[in-house]
């Protein structure tokens, strides 16, 4: 299985950047996945990683390094509405279907 | 848009009683799954199914039982509820046969058993 690592909160100010950090341990990597869940919602989509390197859309940019097992997601110009829970997940390659999760990482930005 | 619907946003059971936790999917997908979420561990996948009639244990199946009797329609069964299944189950549908494979999620069944 995969033991999946992200920090359980991070506060933040309206305007500013925050990285959020996933390190990972898998046998066969296949791609990494970053949802945000917003309290009482559904998770929903942000990005996808499988390459080393970075993804950006948007606001939003994922980076990948597959020979340190880690990825960041990255927020710039934070606004309230991105207070939320942000999940890390992990494709392996021994079973396409499944998505193992880290906890989450409760990111709260501030006036 | 791909819509997941679940039967109740809230639920709450007894102690033995058996739950059924409906979900269906509108985008004809052929992967579902069943994850409940739990302060500090995250979602942990309770078992998925690839087609119809067909199904597969997640990491925490013990308790819990799934039928998929048509493909846009996946149910949970708890058979006899116990107070440590007190949760928010979330199901999810993917695409198979695309490179990413994002999972869709419904809006979650937050179940209560006392």
């Known amino acids: 299985g995969q033991n999946i690592d992200q920090p359980t909160e991070m506060t933040a100010t309206e305007g500013a950047i925050v990285q959020i950090n996933c390190t990972y341990q898998?046998?066969?990597?296949?791609?990494l996945f970053w949802y945000q869940q917003h309290a009482g919602e559904a998770p929903t989509f942000l990005s996808y990683n499988v390459l080393d390197g970075l993804e950006e859309k948007g606001r939003f940019s994922s980076f990948l390094s597959r020979s340190k097992g880690y990825s960041y997601l990255l927020l710039k110009e934070l606004q309230m509405k991105d207070s939320a829970s942000y999940l890390c997940?992990?494709?392996?390659?021994?079973?396409?279907?499944?998505?193992?999760f880290g906890a989450g990482t409760t990111v709260t930005v501030r006036a | 848009d791909v819509k997941v619907t679940q039967s109740s946003r809230y639920l709450v059971k007894r102690t033995g009683e058996k739950v059924f936790l409906e979900c269906v999917q509108d985008m004809d997908h052929e992967n579902m799954f069943w994850y409940r979420q739990d302060p500090g561990l995250g979602l942990r996948l309770i078992y998925f199914?690839?087609?119809?009639?067909?199904?597969e244990k997640g990491d925490i199946p013990e308790g819990y039982s799934v039928s998929r009797e048509k493909k846009e329609r996946f149910s949970l069964i708890l058979e006899s509820a116990s107070t440590n299944q007190t949760s928010m189950y979330l199901c999810a549908s993917s695409e198979r046969g695309r490179l990413v494979y994002e999972q869709y999620f419904g809006p979650g069944t937050r179940l209560t058993v006392t």
């Open positions: 199914s690839y087609d119809v009639k067909m199904k």
């Open positions: 997940a992990v494709r392996d390659r021994s079973n396409d279907y499944k998505l193992s």
């Open positions: 898998t046998s066969g990597f296949n791609g």
